[in-house]
């Protein structure tokens, strides 16, 4: 370009190159680290709030239920699907689920020896609301309840920080919180920031999705009225229907089904009840509606899968 100083041109070229390089280190060996602390699970259950992925197969679409959570994606690739929307995400990207979310997840690449691995960090609201008054305004584009970001360099040194933690306790339970607030902080100050900021910025609107989705976690058994919950988020019926969607990618009643089969999955992992006492308990009247449901979300009837976990 006509003016450009060609050392500059070179120097910038070297230094992206330099950087390249020193991201390459950091991802390889916070692969190695995060594949050796998942094989000791002393190490990878040191820090609260902080939990390893390594798998080493594909799996099929499952019904998971999603927290408040930061991803840092390293390896392998995923899919979620959350009511009509399809997300996928690979190694080297930054997902941010801002709201309880179920969706159905499939890994799609993953093998024993190229794993899918990540680094789920929970969101701590407090510290994450104290950043943001730390710094600049920034006005967030629409709220979502998921976000695919590229993974910034920055957060990705310090998370590799924070896997090297996990080898002491003593180290961990002193510097994490420091680390896994820096980690905010780097996310913030990139291009994913907007997810985080979303958290904050919405608070209004997702306090009072919060309010109705936290109601149907202790009212399972309990049949929903559209009506009924928009009044507890203190909204109009189509205003809390079209935030409810727009947080969840969801209908309130499918949201609500899918918590009770959640309830229920665990229950059958139990084995303490009859299946008959297990569809009463998260407020089928018919069990054989419950199995059929049941089935459609987790891929086996449920006396099937009492079965595999006896």
């Not at 094989?39 to 999603?66: K, M, Q």
């Not at 009840?273 to 009463?280: A, G, K, Y």
């Not at 018919?286 to 449901?293: E, G, L, V």
Request: net charge neutral; proline share 6%; hydrophobic share 40%.
């Amino acid at each position: 370009m006509p003016g450009m100083n060609p050392r500059h041109t070179v120097h910038a070229e070297g230094a992206d190159l330099l950087e390249s390089c020193r991201t390459s280190r950091v991802e390889t060996e916070l692969r190695e680290r995060v594949i050796a602390a998942f094989d000791h699970p002393e190490e990878h259950t040191a820090i609260s709030g902080v939990t390893l992925h390594v798998t080493r197969e594909r799996v099929a679409p499952t019904l998971t239920l999603f927290h408040p959570t930061l991803y840092v994606v390293l390896q392998g690739a995923k899919r979620i699907i959350l009511g009509g929307r399809q997300i996928d995400y690979s190694g080297g990207q930054l997902v941010l689920m801002g709201l309880d979310v179920p969706a159905l997840v499939e890994i799609t690449e993953a093998d024993g020896k190229t794993p899918y691995l990540a680094v789920e960090l929970a969101v701590d609201h407090e510290v994450l609301g104290e950043l943001v008054a730390l710094m600049p305004p920034r006005q967030p584009s629409r709220p979502q309840s998921v976000g695919v970001h590229p993974l910034p360099s920055s957060a990705l040194t310090a998370t590799l920080r924070l896997v090297k933690l996990m080898e002491s306790p003593t180290d961990a339970r002193v510097l994490a919180p420091s680390v896994k607030r820096e980690i905010l902080y780097r996310v913030l100050s990139s291009e994913g920031g907007d997810g985080l900021l979303q958290m904050v910025r919405a608070q209004e609107a997702l306090t009072g999705i919060g309010r109705v989705t936290n109601w149907m976690h202790g009212h399972l058994s309990t049949p929903i009225a559209v009506e009924d919950l928009a009044a507890r988020a203190r909204m109009s019926v189509s205003t809390f229907y079209r935030a409810f969607k727009d947080a969840t990618g969801t209908t309130p009643v499918q949201y609500h089904k899918m918590l009770r089969l959640h309830e229920a999955r665990r229950l059958v992992a139990l084995r303490s009840r009859s299946m008959v006492s297990i569809s009463e308990t998260v407020g089928y009247a018919s069990p054989a509606q419950f199995s059929r449901d049941y089935k459609r979300a987790f891929g086996t009837a449920p006396a099937h899968e009492a079965r595999y976990f006896s």
